[in-house]
């Protein structure tokens, strides 16, 4: 009799002990432990259903002892054993009473075993983009896979990034999926130091339904179609009320790149004040033909993911199909230019440079720096800023934090809040700067079909001055809403650049501002009362000239704005402690 009455069985689960030990899988002592109890057993087998009750023995080592034995019965033209009835036959002398008795036992049905359900990772993720990447190779290839060369095959197949986290905070990247995959023996790892890896049978099968099922040329995005887009007439309002409804990826002609610009022309005079419609220039518009210029995204270059990785954003851009022009810009972090094919076209009839702006432009904020622009006033000032440029069509994306709102969430809300109905900005959530790029590559092929397919009507910039531009825009937008009217980029640059537009208004709301707790309601009602910093200071001083330099004087001046504006409700109310900062600041009051 041999020492193991099961051999040929033994022999398989030996095979599969050495595979395991050779992929350094953790499994190896599982199929130990199998191993050990089929060789200790001392009955002949019949069929593989019956080593589950065997110690180490499961339904899927069953299944996998069931088609290797198969394959052995089937190379050599012998009979796969037949399973076993589990009921008894009846033994042919059992009388009819015997059977009575018998059928009149009460059975008790056996509970069925829990399948359960085989891992699928969900679509663009880190385990699935691992899988479809691995699953480039030949099946029964021998060759692995670098992880340099995973993570550049798997990262168009995953929204996250395989080398940075999603957070500055954390640490974590799609590439710790691979740790999953490991732990569900659908991936394992050869060779030292340079790794190698391969699938598994189970992660072959896995891979391969994932192919049948979901087309991995296509993203998150392939289920939505362009076919429902507004037409080139319609409002900009229409244009971009389907972001959230994303389309496919274009094969869009990227950018050649222009050098990073941070000098502004001096092209646009102050000019002098408007007080109607008759100040306003009349002119013939530059009209450029469709084809004669492309759209394309404009990065401000200091948007940076960390000090260590400054070119994330562009990267990533253009690994998504869309290069951006990096450059230094004057107001808001990313917006769109038409670029002409021919450089000179704009200076041959009357305009200069080689780019148009469009009327969308992005501020992008991540949690933390919105809180932080709050409370030192940059963020009022920004949207002053934003609303004196004339574009339309502002987007305000907040990159959300984890934990970053604990202590200010009713500020952020309320700034939240006021942006969208007080200022009527747009404000897009995203979950963090991965988020960020997948929408703004969907901006950009959003306005590539908006505007390349219709002509663009340009303002001479030799009509345009700092006071006139504003006024000139709302009048164009009355007389003519069908058409929307633009300006070259340089002259843009010109216009709202920090120190070059700024009229003596402006400057006196920024220095009311900059007083903690004055918001920008609150200084125009403080700049309704007295019209100048002169009217302002004025006016203290002659609380001075009435009442001396004693207590009366003081109290008086603590109490100027806030007796002015006792009437006020809501936001524009000011209360006599900020009343009494106001004094401190301009009245000279010491407290």
Not at 427 to 438: L, Y
Not at 553 to 560: A, E, F, P
Request: hydrophobic share 35%.
């Amino acid at each position: 009799m041999p020492d193991c009455p099961n051999e040929l069985w033994h022999s398989f689960a030996l095979e599969w002990l050495a595979e395991a030990r050779n992929r350094n899988s953790k499994g190896v002592q599982t199929y130990k432990k199998a191993c050990d109890s089929l060789k200790a057993c001392p009955f002949e087998l019949q069929h593989p259903s019956e080593a589950v009750q065997l110690t180490g023995w499961g339904p899927k080592l069953v299944d996998r002892l069931t088609k290797d034995l198969q394959a052995y019965c089937d190379a050599n033209n012998m009979p796969m054993p037949k399973r076993q009835n589990k009921r008894k036959k009846k033994a042919a002398g059992a009388t009819g009473e015997e059977d009575a008795s018998d059928a009149e036992e009460p059975t008790t049905p056996k509970k069925k075993a829990r399948k359960t359900k085989p891992y699928v990772p969900a679509l663009r993720t880190g385990p699935y983009a691992l899988l479809i990447a691995l699953s480039t190779q030949e099946r029964g290839s021998r060759e692995g896979i670098t992880k340099a060369h995973l993570i550049e095959l798997a990262q168009p197949h995953c929204d996250s990034s395989f080398s940075a986290p999603s957070d500055p905070t954390k640490f974590y990247t799609a590439w710790n999926s691979m740790k999953t995959l490991q732990n569900k023996d659908m991936v394992y790892e050869k060779g030292r130091p340079t790794r190698l890896y391969y699938l598994t049978d189970e992660g072959w099968d896995t891979a391969e339904a994932l192919l049948k099922t979901v087309d991995p040329s296509q993203g998150r995005l392939d289920k939505f179609t362009s076919a429902t887009r507004a037409a080139p007439d319609d409002s900009d309002n229409e244009g971009i009320s389907d972001i959230e409804s994303p389309i496919q990826r274009s094969n869009a002609r990227p950018s050649s790149g222009s050098p990073k610009k941070s000098a502004v022309l001096d092209i646009v005079p102050q000019g002098k004040p408007v007080s109607s419609a008759a100040d306003l220039p009349s002119f013939t518009p530059i009209v450029l033909e469709p084809g004669s210029f492309t759209v394309e995204l404009v990065l401000d270059i200091r948007e940076i993911r960390a000090k260590s990785d400054r070119d994330y954003m562009e990267k990533n851009l253009t690994s998504g199909g869309i290069k951006p022009i990096m450059r230094a810009l004057a107001l808001g972090d990313v917006l769109w230019v038409a670029k002409l094919h021919d450089p000179g076209l704009l200076k041959r009839r009357g305009a200069e440079g080689e780019e148009v702006l469009l009327d969308y432009v992005v501020e992008r904020k991540r949690l933390d720096d919105l809180i932080s622009s709050i409370k030192d006033g940059r963020f009022h000032e920004q949207k002053f800023r934003l609303r004196k440029s004339g574009v339309k069509n502002v987007i305000y994306i907040i990159e959300e934090m984890a934990n970053a709102a604990d202590r200010y969430g009713e500020a952020v809300a309320s700034a939240i809040a006021s942006t969208q109905v007080v200022n009527g900005y747009f404000v897009k959530k995203t979950q963090g700067m991965d988020d960020t790029i997948r929408y703004l590559l969907t901006m950009t092929k959003i306005l590539k079909e908006k505007y390349e397919m219709k002509p663009l009507h340009l303002i001479p910039t030799k009509v345009v001055t700092t006071t006139n531009y504003l006024p000139l825009l709302e009048d164009l937008a009355k007389k003519q809403p069908n058409i929307d009217y633009h300006i070259t980029y340089d002259a843009f640059a010109d216009i709202s650049s920090k120190s070059g537009n700024s009229t003596l208004r402006d400057t006196y709301l920024k220095m009311l501002m900059c007083i903690r707790g004055v918001t920008g309601e609150k200084a125009l009602e403080i700049q309704k009362r007295w019209k100048t910093p002169k009217d302002f200071l004025d006016a203290y001083n002659r609380i001075e000239e009435k009442e001396g330099t004693g207590e009366q004087c003081r109290k008086k001046k603590m109490d100027l704005v806030s007796g002015e504006m006792v009437n006020l409700i809501g936001r524009k109310k000011i209360a006599k402690a900020l009343s009494v900062k106001i004094s401190e600041v301009w009245g000279d009051v010491q407290t």
